[in-house]
């Protein structure tokens, strides 16, 4: 059963072009909701994070949109740069004994064309 | 500097045999986690550790065995119970107990190790 549930796999973009990825999650005691970037041979990176009392949360070119009653949420990025080329995942996250233990989306694979 | 070290980067095993990965931490983070990544498959969580000489079990912890013996390190045996061992290993850590769902709970994951098992 996979809880959260992510799209699409793979996205190619031209550069300037705007990249948009979504999630869409079950549970709703999940409260903690982060992006996560991978380049090819490293961990993940923290990109970006929203929490659900919120519906829009700007960094930079990045933006997540969070829609509670849908149990969805997106990742938008604007002005997409060859150096955005990577793997995205998007997390929903519990608290649980003290932490917050995320269930990730499989991935996005972002190729931005320069 | 301040990071997660996991070593060896590659690391190639013969089939029936266990292996040690090794993480390695100096953020002064009390938890301490091990994912699997398979393509396609996103992040696995295999156990994860909030405070010395205890951890628990995730989603896929068949086939593994963690410690926790000193904070600073987190090491994972992959042993020969499990079936398919060939992934990429990633290990992470992150502030206990959390402060409240902001960037500061997030986790800061290692380079990541690559095993195959021949």
């Known amino acids: 059963q996979q809880q959260v549930k992510q799209s699409p796999q793979s996205l190619i973009v031209q550069k300037g072009g705007i990249s948009i990825i979504n999630c869409a999650y079950e549970?709703?005691?999940?409260?903690?909701f982060p992006w996560y970037q991978q380049f090819p041979g490293k961990g993940p990176a923290l990109l970006i994070a929203?929490?659900?009392?919120?519906s829009e949360k700007k960094e930079g070119r990045f933006t997540i949109s969070f829609n509670k009653s849908a149990k969805q949420f997106s990742l938008h990025i604007m002005d997409s740069q060859p150096g955005d080329s990577a793997t995205y995942f998007c997390a929903a996250a519990l608290r649980s004994g003290g932490s917050y233990i995320p269930t990730f989306g499989r991935g996005t694979s972002l190729i931005v064309h320069p | 500097d301040g990071g997660i070290t996991q070593s060896p980067k590659y690391l190639f095993r013969k089939e029936g045999q266990n292996v040690t990965l090794s993480c390695e931490q100096n953020l002064n983070h009390d938890a301490m986690y091990w994912y699997r990544q398979d393509p396609g498959q996103g992040l696995r969580l295999i156990y994860y550790s909030q405070i010395v000489n205890d951890f628990q079990k995730g989603d896929i912890a068949e086939g593994y065995s963690v410690s926790r013996e000193k904070k600073e390190s987190f090491p994972l045996t992959v042993t020969s119970a499990q079936k398919n061992p060939t992934a990429f290993y990633l290990c992470a850590s992150s502030i206990f107990p959390a402060a409240g769902g902001g960037s500061t709970d997030t986790q800061y994951f290692g380079p990541g190790t690559r095993l195959t098992v021949l």
């Open positions: 549970n709703t005691a999940f409260d903690y």
């Open positions: 929203i929490r659900p009392d919120v």
